[in-house]
C-alpha cells in the first residue's frame, strides 16, 4: 500500500501569511493526488486535484504542486475562513490519506 | 446537484455489528466510473478511509480493516450500506460517506462528502 506523509503536522499562522503544507508519498503515484480542507463539525471539502486543479469554486490563493513523491499545497493569502485542517489523499490505487496538517492561527 | 446524506445508529455496544447507510442523490451508481467510499474520523484524529464500491460492483477495503467490513450497493434505491463487525471502543468515530468522480484519464477524488454521522461504541 501507498503511505502519505506530511508535514508540518502543524503550524500557526498570521491572516495574510503564505503558508505551504508538503505531502509525500512511499511511492511514485504520477499526479494521482488531491487536496481537502476540513474543519470541526463539517464535511471535508475538495481544493485540489490531480495535484494542481483547482476544484470549481475554491478561491485562487490556493494552489497544488508537484509529480511522483513530493507534493505541495500553497494559500498565497491566509484568510480567517481557512483555518482548518488540510489532508492530502493519494488517487493512484486505494485512497489513503495523510495525517493532516492544522493551520492555527498565531 | 449531487448530495449524500449518512445515516445509522448512534450508539453501538462492543462487539456489536454497526450498519451505515449512506442515501444520495444527483448522479447513478451503475454510472461508468462512479463509486462512493467511506471513510472516518475518530475524535481529534485524522481522516481514514475505509472502503470504496464502485459501479460495477468492484469492491476495495482498507487491508487494516478488510476482515471485519463488508459495503455493498442498492443502485435503484441509491443507497451504499457499510457494515463493520466486532465494534470496539476505538471505532468511535464520525463515518462519513462520499462519491467518488472520475475523468478518463483515471484521475478520480472525493467530492461531495455527506455532513458525516458520529458513532460512539460504549457499553
Known amino acids: 500500500d501507498i503511505q502519505m506523509t506530511q508535514s508540518p503536522s502543524s503550524l500557526s499562522a498570521s491572516v495574510g501569511d503564505r503558508v505551504t503544507i508538503t505531502c509525500r508519498a512511499s511511492?511514485?503515484?504520477?499526479?494521482?493526488l488531491n487536496w481537502y480542507q476540513h474543519k470541526p463539525g463539517k464535511a471535508p471539502k475538495l481544493l485540489i486535484y490531480?495535484?494542481?486543479s483547482l476544484q470549481s469554486g475554491v478561491p485562487s490563493r490556493f494552489s497544488g504542486s508537484g509529480s511522483g513523491t513530493d507534493f505541495t499545497l500553497t494559500i498565497t493569502s491566509l484568510q480567517p475562513e481557512d483555518f482548518a485542517t488540510y489532508y492530502c489523499?493519494?488517487?493512484?490505487?486505494?485512497?489513503?490519506f495523510g495525517p493532516g496538517t492544522k493551520v492555527d492561527i498565531k | 446537484q449531487i448530495t449524500l446524506k449518512e445515516s445509522g445508529p448512534t450508539l453501538v455496544k462492543p462487539t456489536q455489528t454497526l450498519t451505515l447507510t449512506c442515501t444520495f442523490s444527483?448522479?447513478?451508481?451503475?454510472?461508468?466510473?462512479?463509486?462512493v467510499g467511506w471513510i472516518r474520523q475518530p475524535p481529534g484524529k485524522a481522516l481514514e478511509w475505509l472502503a470504496l464500491?464502485?459501479?460495477?460492483?468492484?469492491?476495495r477495503y482498507s487491508p487494516s480493516l478488510k476482515s471485519r467490513l463488508t459495503i455493498t450497493k442498492d443502485t435503484a434505491k441509491n443507497q451504499v450500506v457499510l457494515t463493520m463487525t466486532n465494534m470496539d471502543p476505538v471505532d468511535t468515530a464520525t463515518y462519513f460517506c462520499?462519491?467518488?468522480?472520475?475523468?478518463?484519464?483515471?484521475?478520480?477524488?472525493?467530492?461531495?462528502w455527506g455532513q458525516g454521522t458520529l458513532v460512539t461504541v460504549s457499553s
Open positions: 511511492q511514485r503515484i504520477s499526479s494521482y
Open positions: 489523499q493519494q488517487s493512484y490505487s486505494n485512497p489513503f
Open positions: 444527483g448522479f447513478s451508481l451503475s454510472t461508468s466510473g462512479v463509486g
Open positions: 490531480a495535484a494542481s
Open positions: 464500491i464502485y459501479w460495477d460492483d468492484d469492491k
Open positions: 462520499a462519491h467518488r468522480q472520475h475523468q478518463t484519464n483515471n484521475q478520480n477524488w472525493f467530492d461531495p
